[in-house]
């Protein structure tokens, strides 16, 4: 069973739309949770860290916690091209220093 | 101008030759990390350093060696022992006590001939 899972898409929404992205972790015990965006060919940049249950926002961006059930989303409103990446979700167990990252969810913006 | 730097962006190796991989951070951070990404995968992490002298190995550091002696520089060699060593390489730096988030380097991209 992979630690932390994602759809690996691609997720394809128009343009304005809210795209909806999705990770589960297997760790009850993970602590911090981020979510990054990577571009083709390029290196991932972070977008948002969420530590507690419920809603975090960030301009057009919400992270969505739910340690209960183990999953954390990530809302992108108004939906741009430019938006059109793959998303890494990445879990920190608790008492641990490293990341264990989801395979990623590739989306794509269309106009 | 302050950042994780990589160097270089692409390197090609013939079978059996041992590679470094340069990564070198100016953000004062203490926690240095090494992942490789392969198509359709997720990150996986080499080795990780959380201070000046000291590493640890990843999930895959079969084939890799590091070295940690000054805290802004934390090179990756890859070695005639790893099978299969093509992938993107990426370095990431992170301020340890304060925060567990980690910055990403641009990435090397390393293709065996």
């Known amino acids: 069973q992979k630690e932390v899972e994602q759809n690996s898409g691609p997720l394809s929404v128009p343009e304005g739309a809210i795209a909806s992205l999705n990770c589960t972790y297997s760790?009850?015990?993970?602590?911090?949770f981020f979510w990054y965006r990577q571009y083709s060919g390029k290196s991932p940049e972070l977008i948002m860290s969420?530590?507690?249950?419920g809603d975090k926002e960030d301009g057009r961006f919400t992270a969505q916690l739910n340690k209960a059930s183990q999953y954390v989303s990530l809302l992108i409103r108004d939906s741009q091209p430019s938006d059109s990446a793959t998303y890494l979700c990445?879990?920190?167990?608790?008492?641990?220093?490293?990341?264990?990252f989801g395979t990623g969810t590739q989306l794509k913006v269309e106009l | 101008d302050g950042g994780i730097t990589q160097s270089p962006k692409y390197l090609f190796r013939k079978e059996g030759q041992n590679v470094t991989l340069s990564c070198e951070q100016n953000?004062?951070?203490?926690?240095m990390y090494w992942y490789r990404q392969d198509p359709g995968q997720g990150l996986r992490l080499i080795y990780y350093?959380?201070?000046?002298?000291?590493?640890q190995k990843g999930d895959i550091a079969e084939g890799y060696s590091v070295s940690r002696e000054k805290k802004e520089s934390f090179p990756l060699t890859v070695t005639s022992a790893q099978k299969n060593p093509t992938a993107f390489y990426l370095c990431?730096?992170?301020?340890?006590?304060?925060?567990?988030?980690?910055?990403f380097g641009p990435g090397t991209r390393l293709t065996v001939l």
């Open positions: 953000l004062n951070h203490d926690a």
């Open positions: 760790d009850r015990g993970s602590q911090s």
């Open positions: 350093s959380q201070i000046v002298n000291d590493f």
């Open positions: 990445a879990v920190r167990a608790g008492g641990g220093n490293k990341l264990t």
């Open positions: 969420i530590y507690s249950n």
């Open positions: 990431a730096s992170r301020m340890s006590r304060s925060t567990d988030t980690q910055y």
